[in-house]
């Protein structure tokens, strides 16, 4: 079992920016651009500490459920499903398509947006040479995984600015968008929560809150691992491989299978996204194994 690790972020404003306007809101200050103030960080805070007991007692009960032996694939189909979005070349892309049956290549999604000034590239860097170190384990291991990333940003993330942004990192990867309602959806069904920090009203600078994580998919579609801003490359290059190594077809549960109900009926819904700023305690609800 593997701790759970909650990261998120948005951008690194100047310290003492962040602190000005947090005094403001403290002393009644009316300034609406504010996106925080001392009542609702500690609100935050306090929903932010209610959702990961919450969590923490659900993973317990998960756990029994599994050394009781009555729910074998609780570690599966809890994450993902079916979604539809569109690539960077402006082609539907659906499980269907990116998954079809007999594909062999398994997959990384990330979910950010192009505008994200550190974490996003940084992490698309790391996912990059993750690609080249699985690449580079032999030749049953070429040119089998590939990454997806998937923008929480659709308002500014367009096909046309999507194509620009995948062209700094790894040359497999696919940039998907849509429109907002399907880009919620697929983010509802990854446990990715994303808060738009609007500093002004009519402004189109703003910043995503948005859960960072990366999700290895087999090749068909089904969720197998996921890693955190924390877990270095090395690591991941070797769980992936030992993924690939152990991975058979009939390991997958294709989504939407209808085993999939009973497990689900026990991870913490995470669809309504934590107040803005509090750690998000629904991604990693599936580690078990
Ligand atoms: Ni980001």
């Known amino acids: 079992m593997r701790s759970l690790v909650s990261l998120s972020h948005r951008r690194a404003r100047p310290a003492l920016q962040r602190f000005r306007q947090l005094s403001t809101n403290a002393v009644g200050g009316s300034s609406k651009s504010s996106p925080i103030g001392w009542p609702s960080l500690l609100l935050a805070l306090g929903l932010g500490s209610f959702g990961l007991g919450y969590y923490l007692r659900e993973k317990d009960k998960a756990r029994e459920k599994v ?11 809890l994450l993902g499903g079916p979604f539809v979005l569109v690539d960077h070349n402006g082609q539907v892309q659906s499980e269907k398509t990116m998954f079809p049956p007999g594909n062999d290549r398994f997959a990384l999604f990330y979910f950010g947006f192009t505008n994200c000034p550190d974490i996003c590239p940084s992490e698309m860097v790391k996912i990059s040479s993750v690609i080249r170190k699985v690449d580079g384990l032999g030749a049953e291991f070429e040119n089998k995984l590939f990454p997806v990333f998937i923008t929480v940003d659709p308002r500014r993330d367009g096909v046309e600015h999507l194509k620009h ?16 309602q399907q880009v919620a959806e697929v983010c509802k069904s990854y446990r ?6 609007k500093v002004e009203d009519d402004t189109e600078d703003y910043l995503v809150d948005h859960s960072i994580v990366i999700y290895l998919l087999s090749p068909q579609g089904v969720f197998l691992d996921f890693f955190t801003q924390l877990t270095e490359p090395e690591e991941i290059t070797e769980r992936i491989k030992q993924r690939m190594l152990n991975w058979t077809p009939e390991d997958d549960l294709p989504p939407g299978a209808p085993e999939e109900a009973a497990g689900a009926a026990d991870v913490p819904a995470a669809d309504a996204p934590p107040a803005a700023g509090a750690p998000s305690a629904a991604t990693g609800a599936t580690v078990e194994k």
């Open 67 to 77: 050394v009781k032996g009555s729910s074998k694939t609780i570690g599966k189909a």
């Open 165 to 180: 942004y995948i062209k700094d990192f790894h040359p497999r990867t696919v940039g998907l968008t849509g429109t907002p």
């Open 192 to 197: 990715v929560y994303h808060v738009p920090q």
